[in-house]
Structures are given as C-alpha cells and as structure tokens.
C-alpha cells in the first residue's frame, strides 16, 4: 500500500504536526517503504491466529472502588500556563 | 409518497461507581472545578491507567439484564482526537472486541402491543471533561473533574420506527439500569445522556436513508421532539429535490429544531487501536454467575408477576413497575396497610403521586413515607373513614410527621358506623324536607342522591357511605 501526499498531509493533520511543503513528497516515500515492509507479513496464513492486543499474555488486573486521591487542585495549577477560578484557561473554541 | 423513520440511539450511561474508571478519583457530581482531577485524569506523563472491577462488574450485569452475549474477552482502545477537555489526546474506549455485545430488550407500545428491540453492543469509557464557553471573556475554561467517569455506552440496532418507539426503548433503558443500580439516571445531571441517529427512507425500501445524528437530548420529551423535528427536516429535502447530509446537529431545545454542529463536517478519523497500557479484559464464568445472584427481579418480570400476584391490570402494573422505588413503595403498602392491590395502586399512582408532581419530587423523597402511608390506606380499608377524608387526611400528612391515626383522633374523623347515631341524622334530614320526600314516594327515586349529599353534609362527610345507602332507602320507603 502507498501513502499520497493528500494521506501525508491529511495525517499531519490529525496528529496537529506541522510539515513543511517541500518534504511531503519524501515522507510519502519513507511511510510506503515502511508500510511495504510491514507487507511481507501478509504472506503467512494467519486465518487460525487470534489477533493479538497484547504482547505479553497477562490478563488485565482489577482496582477496587475505592476513593484514594483528594484535591491537589493547587499544586497541578501551579505548572498550568493559565487558571482562573479553578479553570484551566485554554484559548476560544469555537464549536 | 410515504415515508418510513429509521432511528438507533446511543445511550451513555454514567456508572455509579465511586471512584473513576481509571483512577481513584471521586467521581461526585457538583464539586468544585478541577478538585477531582488526579495526575491520571490530566494525562500526566508516566501515569497508567488501572480498571476499576466495579465498572466492570455493572457492565456485565447489563449484558444479563438484557440477555446479551458477554464479552469474556474484552479489549481496551485508543480512540484519538483533540480537544481541549481531552488531556490525553485521546480516550480509552472499546471497540473491536466491548464488553458486552448482542443483546435485547422488549419495549411496550400502546394497545399492549410489544416490540424487540435489538442492542447491538455496549461498552467501556471514560468521559472527557466539561469546557465552559461562556464564563471567561475569549477563552474557555476546562473542567477535568468528570474526566475519567466511567461510562457504558450502549447503542442499539437502527429497529426504532417512530419518535414514540425511541422514547419507549430510551425509557426501558433508563429502566433498566436503575432497577440494576448501575446508573442514577439523573438527566439533568448528564448520567444518562442519548444521541439518536435518524433517517428517512420511502416505506418498503430496504436501503437505509443518510442519517444525522442528534445530540444534546437530555429529556425524554427532547428526544421524542427532536426526532420530530428532524424527520420533518430530511422529508422536506428530500422532497424539494436535495439530498440529506451525514453530519452531527445539536438540538435547541428553545427553538425546538435541530442545528448542524459544524459547517464543514471534517471526516472522523479517530484512528482505533488497543491500548497498550491496559491488558486485555477477562471475564471468568464464576464472576458472572456471582453476578447473576445479584440481579433483583427485573422491570418486565416484576410487570408479569403484579398482573398475575396482585390482579392488577396491564397498566397499572406497567406504571407501578417501570420505577424500582415505586415498586417497592407499592408492596411495602400492599403488605402493611392490608389494603386491596387495586386500591393501593390508585392511591399510589394517583393521590400520591399526584402530590409529588405538584411538589417537583422524587418518590425517594416522598414527605410521607410507605409506612405512614400504610397507615392511612389501613384506615380507609377498614372503614374508619371514607376515600374523601383520606385525601384530606393525606394533606395534612403532607405538611407534618403525624400518623393518620393521630390525625383522625385528634380530629374526630372516625367515620360514622353507629347506626343510631346515622338514623339521628336521616330522620333530621327527612323532617327537614318534606316536599322532596312526597317527591321520593310519588316515583321520583333519583332524588335518593340528594337525601344522601344531605345527610353527608350533616356528617360532615363522615357517614360511612354503604351504611347510609341502606339506612336512608329503609327509612325513605316509610
């Protein structure tokens, strides 16, 4: 499979990265090649395999109910660009 | 030409867990901003994310309140988008493999008529937090406290064929996760949230029509109106030759219309994948068994045994039955006052009820409790006093902590059974009517009612009303 340059800039888009014009063409080499060596996997037979969401074959250990944290309100703010009233402050959305 | 509704709706129901999904954060609704937002919440570098095993817990009593296939094997997923109430840039979700997948529910239309409606699946998430548009002049101020709030959402097979049937299914729902205690329901608070996807298709065809999605609907009334409103919209432009668009629209509920949320709909990518940081999800056969045995007898069976326990009619079990308090309340009544279940059930779906409205309040929030209102039914079943005093009886529980006992005594309510005491006042009344009685004797038997309105406002209203009845036509014969 080959990534264009629409899928290249439509990517960076999604993941708010900035690209500069004049390198698309080669990020969409670079990404096929990658994508073209992830497809020699295609190959093998792999209709009898599970997918796999995890590498290792634990199972996912369970919290209880309970409340442990209380308001360290303050000290997350301190390192906040900006809060007003207990808001973080980000600037307009506009929906 | 005719045209055939289409709806599915998605139902996210907050979790009445105490602490998040992902955290040990309060999950308490009103707090103060940000006061119930951890390093995990705010998507901290080097946190994790650890399950909460009572989330997990309601999500497969969900799966056996609907007879939905569980998912032993379920699986965590990144789901990945910006905004600023999402700190982590993405939200942990299922998709691939939920937590709970095929089930149904059956919902009652009107004329007794049923319907089986068909859930697709349901599953896991936390919610984002809250951004508040309008209090900082040109900024918008984020609220993280309801990030990680674990939340079941459910989404059901597009088999809904008219706003009413949404309604119906929305209402089961709701239901049905407060009979099983996994969700407070509270609308208003946003703990049980619907979107609805409608389209229109011309009757007979199979293809289904382009469909918006309206969100914003926390009513039951909202959403039947939205949908409405909506239907009406795709039809006209259709009909006008256009085409409907896939998009997002968010109901005013001022306007009561539907708005498109964005001018240009950007394409939803949200680029699934498992989430590293959580290991697949494993449901043993003893846990869900264990779970089981905790269900309580649910809205449906619970209908079925008050029609066939309790002689009660279809609706009145239905209204009686659709809440787990009002239930409840009914049998505790039913059982302590003695009273037959027809009249229990008027008297809670009526008198009672009817005061609650007026007072905006909730059943569990009742001024008289199901004790004291036993007591007063087990007045009115006796014959102490009649259904009219009770009411005013009722009135005065309302506004006080008194026992009907209290108040027919310290009142002297008691009706009147002591039939000297009742022939006293008939012949009074008789004696005081003459005409009215050559009337009665001459043919006129209608004028019966008079006599016994007379002889009630001599009482006060407290003659026992059968007594009377017969006294009066004994004595008005001559």
Redesign the interface.
Known sequence: MAVDEDTVR?MAH?A?VQIDPDRVAGYATEMSNVLALAEQMEEVDTSDVE?M??P?H????????????G???EQ??EIAP?T??????????I? | MQWETVIGLEIHAQLA???KIF????TQFGS????????VD?GMPGVLP???????NMAVKFALATNARIGKRN?FARK?Y???DLPKGYQISQM??PIVGEGEVEIELEDDVKKTVGITRAHLEEDAGK???D??H???????NRAGTPLLEIVSEPDMRSAKEAVAYARKIHSLVRYIEICDGNMQEGSFRCDANVSVRVSGSEKLGTRAEIKNLNSFRFLERAINFEVERQIDIIEGGGEVVQETRLYDADRDETRS??SKEEAN?Y?YF?D?D?????IEDSLIEALRGQLPELPDQRCARFISEHKLPAYDAGVLTADKATADYFEAVLKQSGAPAKIVSSWVTGELFSRLNKDGLELTASPVDEHRFSGLLARIHDNTISGKIGKDILDKMWASEDEADHIIDKEGLRQISDSSELEKMIDDVIAANPSQLAEYRGGKEKLLSYFVGQVMKASRGKANPGQLNQLLKDKLKG
């Open positions: 439509a999604l708010r997918p969401a995890h290792t634990a199972v996912q250990r369970l919290r209880d109910d309970v409340v442990l944290e308001n360290e309100r997350f703010q900006e007003n009233d207990g808001y973080y402050l980000v600037p307009q959305v929906e | 867990t105490d602490s955290s040990s954060s309060s103060a901003p940000n006061t119930q937002a951890n390093a705010l650890v399950l909460n095993r009572e989330a997990v699986v990945n910006f905004y600023p691939a493999l951004s508040v548009h209090l900082f040109g900024q918008t101020g984020v609220d993280l949320m964005r990518d680029r498992p590293p959580l290991l697949p999800v494993e």
